[in-house]
């Protein structure tokens, strides 16, 4: 499994994404800090924010930018996602245990149900067939 996208700002599309289908759950006022920082963020040093969950349940804070975006500051970009997970650093340890308690187990309980039985084949048997 890759990152998982929680929520991203772009300054150049002036848009914000957040991941209602894995995280609607998390409280209105979640979210809306989420917004908050995500669009202060790129309303200052420009660029493209994502922050994504590892597989582990690490918040990842990704920083990119789109070649035609002149006003992206990447020395600011690096200290301001720095200054952003000290500043919200209680926010991104909840996110991360709820990641880890909710998201997580939901994920590998899905991949548990969809892998196949050890031993059983398609026809039930249990026997593995010639693949020729």
């Known amino acids: 499994m890759d990152t ?3 929520c991203g700002a772009n300054s150049t599309a002036m848009k914000y994404y957040f991941n209602y289908e894995e995280f609607g759950m998390l409280p209105e006022s979640v979210q809306e800090e989420l917004r908050a920082l995500c ?28 070649d035609d975006d002149f006003l992206f500051d990447e020395i600011g970009a690096a200290l301001k996602a720095k200054a952003l ?11 991360e245990m709820f990641w880890k308690m909710i998201i997580l187990p939901k994920k ?8 196949p039985e050890c031993g059983a084949s398609e026809n039930g048997s249990g026997e593995s067939g010639d693949p020729a």
């Open 4 to 6: 998982m996208t929680l």
């Open 108 to 115: 590998t309980g899905e991949a548990a149900a969809s892998a």
């Open 85 to 95: 997970r000290s500043e919200h650093r209680e926010l991104f340890e909840q996110l």
């Open 39 to 66: 669009v202060l963020f790129t309303a200052e040093v420009g660029g493209i924010l994502y922050l994504e969950f590892d597989p582990e349940g690490e918040l990842l804070i990704r920083v990119t930018h789109a």
